[in-house]
């Protein structure tokens, strides 16, 4: 199973990325996925889930409003779309998959939300 994220880099405050998960290995249309976040010195916060059909969504508090995640289940691809993106946003952002007791993990992707 690999799990490989893009789409990070650096924004100015105000300003959007979509991060791009593409999943291979598994049967994609069968897992949670979620994007989750690390900030240096924090824990891992949960940012966004999609269920496997893609009908239901939930957020953290921190980015309702502004961040939206979709999926492409003929592509094995998840979507983070984040606008008004603020300096508190800076982490890397990790791409999980997530079904009964598997669960799988990305490598990441930097976003740095910086003037």
């Known amino acids: 199973v690999q799990l490989v994220e893009s789409g990070g880099g650096l924004v100015q405050p105000g300003g959007s990325l979509r991060l791009s998960c593409t999943a291979s290995?598994?049967?994609?249309?069968?897992?949670?996925m979620s994007w989750y976040r690390q900030a240096p010195g924090k824990e891992r916060e949960l940012v966004a889930t999609?269920?496997?059909?893609?009908?239901?969504?939930n957020y953290a508090d921190s980015v309702k409003g502004r961040f939206t995640i979709s999926r492409d289940n003929a592509k094995n691809t998840v979507y983070l779309q984040m606008n008004s993106l603020k300096p508190e946003d800076t982490a890397v952002y990790v791409c999980?998959?997530?079904?009964?007791?598997?669960?799988?993990w990305g490598q990441g992707t930097q976003v740095t939300v910086s003037s």
């Open positions: 999609i269920s496997d059909a893609g009908g239901s969504t």
């Open positions: 290995g598994l049967s994609f249309s069968s897992y949670i």
């Open positions: 999980n998959a997530k079904r009964y007791y598997r669960n799988y």
